[in-house]
């Protein structure tokens, strides 16, 4: 890592302000920033690292009437080991339990999990050796190179600058994502709420739709005792990997399905389709099959990657079917 | 009888014996206050921090931030984007934790904060103050863990040994939160470290072993 000014913000103000003033990065946990400052990954290496953590009360879960409450600094660790969360959003805890490894779970915080930037190798070549769309440039790399990890349902269309349209085809890999998703979770900004549906989102070095010195600070998760749920990550090892896929699926009392995926799109994707086949019926053998394919529906693989679009009908099927 | 294999180096010191030197030589206050840019020589930290403001304004200032590491609280002074990891080993002589990935990979550098297992390459040592920092060297001084460190020398869970610490101070957090776990919650717990050498089968057995001798010891 290279020189930056270090700030503890006392409170959420100073924080949103320190970010505003330019060339300032926000520091929570430090899983997903550090590591990309000592692969200097930046296109401008930032002059200011904001640390959150100095922020009192933004760790916290609490269960209040119909809504679990958790604060944007609370670690994974944390939640894997909450009862509150185990009782009342079991997928929650057991996503947030096997995320990364047991020693960065207890410093990694769920805000910084949520807002982490794509784990896409040219996005994250040492030294900022790509100059990819995702950081402002001219194109993704990954559409024509090594694209075995990315997007099957195709690439985000975003501005890099005022009218200036480029397409990134880097998958959202985090745990949580698909998973307050399905929950139907909002989001606490210092700024606004945002439905967890609507929070991701692709642009110029961010995942979400937050803006310039927006801070994540709570997370809300409506309480349902009907609702039963599932959460199945597929990666290549158990420990210290992202998921190459992982899916949760929640139910309500009336078979109302809601079916996330992530690690497909570059923003978890909501399988509209197998929803609407899934609605009010129970899940038989040949429907849980017709859902897995419903789900890959409209999947466009690059040259890499269709191995994600079989691993999307057998995830969506067995899961199913496992409720 | 003490195992001949707790004996290290050539210096035929115990590992706890080594240990406790390298503890008892962590300097309590910086030896001399050195601006990093131009080698000027200042009394106190008030004093670099002016020199800074005069004439480095550019620059980053160094921070003073007093670490309590291994039961001894150490006044430092160095630049902020350091991680914890590189000021332990080259402000503080401890080698312990290792540098291996340097990305909150492999383990090999953990450490415990306030009782919990902590990554030291991801961290930054300016956010450490107040914390409660223990190393593997702290580990190896206290008596009651020396089955731990007997056991990995005895079924030989090394080879290079350049990953042992980060698996050893993972194993005492473990032990620590649960006196008497599986082999399955073992494997678990030192899940987030990595042994290229592929020693992982001798950790479980290790740690089982040093249980029982443990619960032996706090039963006599």
């Known amino acids: 890592m290279r020189a930056f ?19 300032a990065v926000a520091l929570a946990g430090g899983g997903d920033l550090l590591g990309a400052l000592k692969d200097d990954i930046f296109p401008t290496y930032p002059k200011t690292v904001v640390n959150l953590k100095s922020i009192p009360e933004l760790e916290y879960i609490t269960a209040e009437g119909d809504t679990l409450k958790i604060g944007a600094l609370t670690t994974l660790a944390d939640i894997a080991r909450s009862s509150v969360v185990t009782e009342n959003a079991d997928i929650l805890a057991l996503a947030a339990g096997r995320a990364s490894s047991p020693s960065l779970r207890e410093t990694t915080t769920i805000g910084g999990n949520l807002c982490q930037l794509p784990r896409c190798w040219y996005f994250r070549k040492l030294n900022n050796r790509f100059d990819c769309a995702r950081k402002g440039g001219d ?26 349209k480029r397409t990134c085809v880097a998958v959202n890999q985090g745990d949580l994502a698909p998973v307050l998703t399905v929950l139907g979770a909002k989001l606490k900004t210092t700024e606004r709420v945002i439905d967890a549906g609507d929070f991701f989102g692709v642009g110029v070095l961010t995942a979400t739709v937050l803006n310039c010195g927006e801070i994540l600070t709570e997370i809300q998760i409506p309480i349902n005792g009907a609702r039963k749920s599932r959460y199945k990550r597929f990666a290549f090892r158990k420990s210290i990997d992202f998921p190459v896929i992982n899916l949760a699926i929640s139910v309500d009392g009336e078979n109302n399905y809601r079916i996330c995926l992530g690690g497909v799109a570059p923003v978890p994707y909501i399988a509209a389709q197998a929803e609407t086949l899934l609605a009010g019926r129970a899940i038989t053998e040949e429907l849980a099959e017709k859902a897995g394919l419903a789900a890959a529906e409209g999947a466009k693989p690059y040259e890499a ?9 057998t995830l969506v099927k067995r899961e199913l079917l496992a409720f | 009888m003490p ?39 200042c009394l106190t930290y008030a004093e670099l921090a002016d020199h800074y403001a005069a004439e480095h304004p550019d620059s980053v200032a160094p921070v003073a931030v007093t670490l309590n590491v291994n039961g001894k609280a150490c006044a430092l002074i160095f630049e902020p984007h350091l991680t914890l990891k590189h000021v332990l080993q080259f402000h503080l002589g401890l080698t312990g934790a290792k540098e291996m990935c340097d990305r909150g990979a492999c383990g090999s550098c953990t450490v415990i904060m306030d009782g919990k297992p902590t990554l030291s390459c991801n961290i930054l040592a300016a956010e450490c103050e107040g914390k409660v920092i223990q190393t593997v060297e702290g580990i190896a001084v206290i008596p009651k863990w020396k089955p731990l460190i007997d056991a990995y020398c005895k079924w030989d869970a090394m080879q290079c040994g350049y990953c042992t610490p980060g698996f050893l101070v993972a194993a005492k ?15 678990e717990a030192l899940s987030g470290n990595i042994c290229i050498c592929g020693t992982q089968p001798r950790h479980s057995q290790a740690i089982l072993e040093a249980v029982l001798v443990m619960a032996e010891g706090s039963d006599g």
Do not use: W
């Open chain 1, 5 to 23: 000014n270090h700030i503890n913000a006392a409170t959420l103000d100073g924080a949103s302000d320190a970010l505003k003033r330019g060339g």
């Open chain 1, 139 to 164: 194109r993704c790399f990954a559409v024509t190179g090594d694209n075995r990890y990315h997007s099957v349902f195709g690439g985000a269309v975003f501005e890099t600058a005022p009218g200036v």
């Open chain 1, 305 to 313: 990657n269709s191995y994600k679009v079989q691993l999307i009908k």
């Open chain 2, 173 to 187: 957090v473990l032990l620590d939160r649960n006196p008497h776990p599986t082999e399955q919650e073992i494997n």
């Open chain 2, 3 to 41: 195992m001949e294999t707790t004996r290290v180096g050539t210096s035929l010191k115990t590992a706890s014996e080594q240990a406790a030197a390298t503890i008892a030589a962590m300097p309590a206050y910086p030896k001399s206050i050195r601006c990093p840019i131009c080698q000027r020589q």
